[in-house]
């Protein structure tokens, strides 16, 4: 991946669960997710007691830039699901949400060994989340894994996953 740290945990959605507590968003945080995503996205958001806020997505799939770009100013973190192998433009989403300093988390659950710009999906955010359910890319029949070069981070989830 490219990346320094790892942690398996039981799922994607506890990897993103974590991602958002151990990145340091705050609880009632607003976070912007693509409306075409999977229900465990909103999900993990508002298990880590934040809010989610819906963009809309082109006919490519993508999460369409003029939403974020109009809505990011409302919301703390930004979570891209990059749904069935559509890669979201990460080079225009890194730029929008940097020049602000807002956090990007990745939900690569459909996008294990994909890559935007020769560079691998999940290694763009603060933190990258993949699945191992036994659709997925890599079939474990249930897991997950987080991706992050950010070791604050990487100690946060090992102990709020209990995986310690
Ligand atoms: C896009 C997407 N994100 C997250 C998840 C959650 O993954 P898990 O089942 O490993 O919790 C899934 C599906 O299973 C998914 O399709």
Request: hydrophobic share 45%; glycine share 8%; charged share 15%.
């Amino acid at each position: 991946m490219g990346v320094d740290y790892t942690l398996a945990v039981s799922s994607c959605s506890a990897a993103l669960f974590l991602s958002i507590k151990a990145s340091g968003i705050s609880p009632k945080a607003s976070i912007l997710i693509p409306a075409f995503t999977f229900a465990a996205v909103p999900s993990a958001i508002i298990h880590a007691d934040c809010l989610p806020i819906l963009c809309e997505c082109g006919e490519n799939y993508r999460i369409d830039l003029y939403e974020i770009r109009s809505k990011l100013a409302l919301a703390d973190a930004v979570l891209i699901s990059h749904m069935c192998g559509h890669t979201s433009d990460m080079d225009a989403i890194l730029a929008e949400c940097e020049a602000v300093g807002k956090p990007i988390i990745e939900d690569a659950a459909h996008s294990l060994g994909t890559t935007w710009n020769g560079q691998m999906i999940g290694s763009f955010g603060k933190v990258g989340c993949f699945s191992f359910q036994s659709y997925k890319l890599l079939n474990a029949g249930e897991g997950g894994i987080l991706v992050t070069d950010d070791p604050e981070i990487l100690v946060k989830a090992v102990i709020m996953s209990g995986a310690y």
